[in-house]
């Protein structure tokens, strides 16, 4: 792994500029939860988001 | 002279001690001393007839024929070849060792595939559901590219891309810029 940190506020810029809105993001969150929670869990977790933040994010 | 137990020798060539009793009942190899109490004890020109015994024991020969060879007189054509055998067990078992060392590594392998949660098929159909099509994935890894080159290499990396395609993908995401 580089030492490039990649954390929440990075992404959610990435996921702005090409045209995502909060919206679609919330939707994107819950789509993740219903197809794949395992992969949902350790997508937040690479983005270095706290336990708690992830639980919310995850009953979005 | 230093001498061996049996439990010593067993242990040295992974013999359980009854098959050494029995070598040494049947007279493939009799220990040259015994202890004050009376045990086995094999001298090192016993421990030298076993590696013999177990050269000849791994090209399949009964241990009969084993006898046999032990009592006659070796020709400088048998003790040759006796050598050459030595040298293929070692091959043998040097080989054996490396394909140990391959199959852990690609049993690793295999493994860390089957457990990665998020493929690249899981990734790009997230991508999808985010109502991106192919020019709007192209987009993400070029801004991906752009802002955090670094974390694009570890997130190809981590959905399990091989190391070409994630530099190919590397390639055109920069040069869109």
Redesign the interface.
């Known amino acids: 792994?580089?030492?490039?940190?990649?954390n929440k506020e990075?992404w959610v810029?990435?996921?702005k500029?090409?045209?995502?809105d909060e919206a679609?993001?919330t939707?994107?969150h819950r789509?993740?939860e219903a197809?794949?929670p395992?992969?949902h869990?350790?997508?937040l977790e690479?983005l270095n988001i706290g336990e708690d933040e992830i639980r919310h994010i995850r009953a979005l | 002279m230093q001498m061996f137990t049996i439990g010593k020798v067993a242990k040295k060539y992974s013999l359980s001690r009854s098959t050494l009793i029995y070598y040494d009942m049947i007279g493939v190899l009799t220990p040259s001393g015994r202890s004050e109490s009376n045990y086995r004890l094999y001298s090192d020109s016993d421990l030298k007839k076993m590696d013999r015994i177990q050269l000849f024991r791994s090209t399949g020969l009964s241990l009969e024929a084993i006898e046999l060879l032990l009592q006659t007189e070796s020709s400088e054509l048998s003790s040759t070849l006796e050598s050459r055998l030595f040298a293929i067990n070692n091959e043998i078992e040097k080989l054996r060792d490396q394909q140990k060392v391959i199959l852990k590594i690609l049993e690793n392998e295999i493994l860390d595939k089957n457990t990665r949660v998020i493929t690249k098929g899981v990734w790009v159909s997230m991508l999808e559901a985010a109502g991106l099509d192919e020019k709007g994935m192209k987009n993400w890894h070029v801004e991906f590219e752009k802002n955090s080159p670094e974390a694009h290499q570890d997130f190809l990396e981590s959905i399990g891309i091989d190391k070409d395609e994630i530099s190919a993908i590397r390639d055109w995401s920069r040069a869109e810029c």
């Open positions: 792994m580089s030492n490039e940190v990649m990075k810029l990435l996921f500029e090409i045209g995502l679609t993001m939707r994107w789509e993740f197809r794949y395992d992969g869990q350790s997508f690479w």
